[in-house]
């Protein structure tokens, strides 16, 4: 043998050996986010019109969708949509003059079944909707609060509480119903029920300011909400409650205010004055409860009838549904948190709720 040969093959299988890399056992890592996919938009329609629907904005393709209630089911969605809110894999239309909440799939919108709020032949005007663990709770304007199971979709009970509800949030592990009392001008009503969501009892009641309605929790133990007064002499105001006490806080009485939103620190107040015709947004600072800016929309975009408010926690933008002359179709608007426009689309008529859907996006780290 020539070991010349043989010794140069062996160097070169050990070179080659030596050479090759090494296998890699550890596992990829992967990061999983959460990014906004769109937003759904209520349009109530008219009152006894039976014509309330939903649109869509997709951020996939930037472009909206009207009907899409109706595209997905052939029917439409009812008399006057009230409130709308995505929980886990569903989303839940509350249908105030049809009296019932329509549940679909959050991204299909197909229905799910149709819940009927009924006392007897009369409709129980639902309103709006909180979630709390496995269960949905729906304030009707009969006075009551409806407790649906979020699996089976089966009523549980009917909580009494006080004078047309218009309002429910959750807030320190409770409840909080607004009783507005809507239905009795001038005699309108100034309480909150506090419910216990594992009893399904009413707690107690608390005063606030007369005709309650929106409201929301901060991080801080407070809740905010919109005291609508008597349309004459008590102006509509927001207020801060101490979610321990039950206690109003503040009043702030610089400006009225209609509705508003929350995310963060950071509040939205919108208002609309009847007599001049000019739409307003302010920014509140939840945290120091303070003004930031009287003017929110930074760029001069104009608009008409501010009709509903909602910030998006996950994309950070603010959308503002305007709703013209009412009669027509409306438009939503959407500004990033410095008050500037980023887009805008043709919504349905009377655009006044918001929900957010949301996707869970993977990616590799390493």
């Keep these: 043998m020539d070991y010349k040969i043989f010794s140069s093959i062996l160097f070169l299988a ?69 409130d709308l809110a995505i929980y886990g894999s569903k989303m839940y239309a509350v249908v105030n003059m049809s009296g019932q909440v329509e549940v679909m799939d959050a991204r299909t919108c197909q229905s799910i079944k149709q819940i009927p709020l009924f006392d007897g032949e009369l409709p129980r005007q639902p309103r709006k909707i909180a979630f709390y663990g496995n269960k949905a709770f729906v304030c009707n304007f009969d006075g009551t609060v409806a407790v649906i199971d979020t699996t089976s979709l089966k009523i549980e009970k009917f909580i009494t509480v006080g004078q047309n509800p218009d309002g429910i949030t959750v807030a320190g592990g409770k409840i909080w119903v607004s009783n507005s009392g809507g239905l009795n001008f001038p005699d309108y009503n100034n309480t909150l029920s ?38 004459g002499d008590l102006k509509s105001r927001l207020q801060i409650i101490d979610v321990a006490t039950g206690s109003v806080k503040h009043t702030f009485t610089g400006f009225e205010a209609i509705n508003f939103t929350m995310a963060g620190d950071t509040a939205w107040v919108y208002n609309y004055d009847w007599g001049t015709g000019v739409s307003s947004v302010m920014m509140l600072d939840v945290k120091t409860e303070t003004v930031l800016s009287n003017a929110f929309i930074s760029d001069g975009t104009a608009l008409q009838t501010v009709y509903g408010i909602a910030a998006d926690p996950v994309s950070g933008l603010v959308y503002i549904s305007d709703a013209r002359n009412f009669t027509g179709l409306g438009t939503v608007f959407a500004f990033d948190r410095n008050g500037k426009l980023k887009f805008s689309f043709d919504a349905g008529l009377n655009p006044a709720g918001f929900a957010f859907l949301n996707e869970k996006v993977t990616t590799l780290v390493r």
């Design 14 to 82: 050990v070179l080659t050996v030596s050479c090759t890399d090494e296998p890699d056992d550890k596992p990829d890592i992967h990061d999983t986010l959460v990014r906004s996919a769109g937003v759904y938009v209520m349009n109530e329609g008219l009152f006894n019109g039976n014509n309330a629907s939903l649109s869509r904005f997709a951020f996939s393709d930037s472009a909206a969708t009207a009907d899409v209630f109706l595209q997905a089911n052939s029917r439409g969605l009812g008399d006057t949509g009230s």
């Design 194 to 231: 506090i419910i216990d969501p594992v009893t399904l009892t009413e707690e107690r009641q608390v005063e606030v300011g007369t005709n309650p309605f929106v409201m929301l929790p901060d991080s801080y133990g407070d809740l905010y909400l919109i005291a609508r007064g008597n349309y």
